[in-house]
């Protein structure tokens, strides 16, 4: 009988595994990627000190810092404002202030296609050898365009004043805060997609540039749709096709009630389309990719 126990023993140990109780992974699972962000966010007096650490490091031995991004901004609104008022016979304290509003929100849209696309590349070294969660990074890189973009709206206060904007706005002037809002959350599901996909297909960031550059063009940051709209005939027929740029609608959100202009519903209504359909996609790649971005970079 003392001789049977090695036999039980052994028995247990061949036992097979219960086929009904599946061993899978959750490294790409939707609770892994929302437990990310979650991380991230709990984990912001790091990314909070490294976006200004960056701003601060650009501008290192500067004599005016940071406010260099004011004035770099202040000269490109002054030349194109008054080179387009002249071109489109605007008058100049209408258009200065149209243009300069408009570069402010631009730059924003811009650095989040260009430096979200390489957000995840450009940090390679902190992925491989910093214990974080991958958001970090997009909460350093949106933290850090907040801080340009309220520097340079202190040039939208100036010109508040200068060309008596106040004088037009009216309570919709708040709608500017959702409109923010909505831009910088945006940039988010932005930086997350195209970094991802960027980090792992690198002709991804190359094609955005080229692609950034048209819709600069295409967008009314430097010319008014309005004006054309005026016009009539063919040519307001024509502006109307500004209608299927995207980014003319964020655009919008946030110039229209800073300005004092008319608010249009369907720029909102297209916004958030646009915002919902974007975080899917973001939340989608979080999920898929998230384990695999520290073996691409």
């Given at each position: 009988m003392p001789a049977a126990a090695p036999a039980d023993s052994a028995t247990a140990e061949q036992r097979p595994v219960d086929a009904s109780v599946p061993l899978v992974s959750?490294?790409?699972?939707?609770?892994?990627?929302?437990k990310d962000f979650r991380g991230g966010f709990t984990q912001r007096e790091l990314w909070l000190s490294l976006g200004w650490?960056?701003?601060?490091?650009?501008?290192?031995?500067?004599?005016?810092g940071p406010f260099w991004i004011t004035i770099s901004t202040a000269v490109q609104a002054a030349a194109i404002g008054l080179l387009y008022a002249t071109i489109l016979n605007q008058p100049l304290s209408k258009y200065l202030p149209y243009v300069t509003v408009g570069i402010i929100v631009w730059n924003v849209i811009e650095a989040s296609i260009l430096e979200g696309s390489e957000v995840f590349i450009a940090n390679e070294g902190l992925i491989k050898q910093l214990p974080s969660a991958l958001s970090v990074h997009v909460y350093r890189l949106v933290w850090r365009q907040f801080l340009f973009f309220v520097h340079n709206m202190a040039i939208y206060v100036v010109a508040l004043v200068a060309f008596s904007v106040w004088r037009d706005l009216h309570w919709t002037a708040l709608l500017a805060v959702p409109g923010i809002l909505l831009l910088f959350l945006n940039a988010m599901w932005v930086s997350i997609a195209f970094g991802i996909f960027s980090t792992r297909y690198?002709?991804?960031?190359?094609?955005?540039?080229?692609?950034?550059?048209?819709?600069?063009?295409?967008?009314?940051?430097?010319?008014?749709?309005?004006?054309?709209h005026n016009q009539g005939g063919t040519v307001s027929d024509r502006a109307r096709l500004v209608e299927l740029v995207p980014t003319y609608h964020y655009l919008?959100?946030?110039?229209?009630?800073?300005?004092?202009?008319?608010?249009?519903?369907?720029?909102?209504?297209?916004v958030l389309t646009i915002t919902v359909a974007g975080w899917a996609l973001a939340i989608l790649a979080m999920k898929r990719f998230r384990s695999r971005v520290p073996y691409w970079v």
């Open positions: 959750d490294s790409q699972s939707f609770a892994r990627a929302f650490q960056d701003i601060k490091q650009r501008y290192r031995r500067s004599v005016l690198r002709d991804i960031a190359p094609i955005l540039g080229s692609l950034t550059r048209m819709l600069f063009v295409l967008t009314p940051v430097m010319w008014s749709a309005t004006v054309l919008e959100i946030v110039r229209a009630p800073l300005l004092g202009e008319p608010i249009v519903l369907r720029h909102w209504i297209v």
